[in-house]
């Protein structure tokens, strides 16, 4: 799709941030809600709805034309993205991780079998920014 001229992302309320991946999109929008869009071949996008019925989790997910809200995260304060993957930092500091997490050491990565609404939470400590 080529869009000639900006217009504004309906669905998203008052953003504070966006960042891309190679083919997705992270939004935090005011209060705290994470919105994405875009290819979700690896579970980047981060909702679990997009997995139609009778597929596996991540197996061939369907992409999202639109912002759709990330499913299973709240209080975010801050994002990133990579290629294939999304990350979060919520308020009390905790980091989430989902997607095609591959530059990790293994027992951090979120298995491909999980649905997208299962983050997985690093643990340390506590953090105030991703960069």
């Not at 992302?9 to 966006?18: D, K, N, Q």
């Not at 591959?102 to 079998?113: D, K, Q, T, V």
Request: glycine share 12%; hydrophobic share 35%; charged share 20%.
């Amino acid at each position: 799709m080529v869009i000639p001229q900006p217009r504004p992302v309906p669905g998203l309320g008052r953003a504070t941030s966006i960042v891309f991946g190679r083919s997705h999109i992270l939004v935090l929008v005011e209060d705290g809600t994470l919105m994405a869009w875009g290819e979700n071949n690896g579970c980047q996008v981060g909702n679990a709805q997009l997995v139609p019925p009778g597929r596996f989790p991540c197996d061939q997910p369907d992409s999202a034309d639109t912002p759709v809200k990330v499913t299973s995260l709240a209080n975010v304060v801050q994002i990133a993205a990579s290629a294939g993957s999304s990350e979060a930092l919520l308020r009390d500091g905790t980091v989430m991780l989902w997607g095609g997490v591959y530059r990790i050491p293994e027992e951090y990565r979120l298995p491909r079998r999980h649905l997208p609404g299962g983050h997985r939470r690093l643990t340390g400590p506590r953090l105030s920014s991703v960069v």
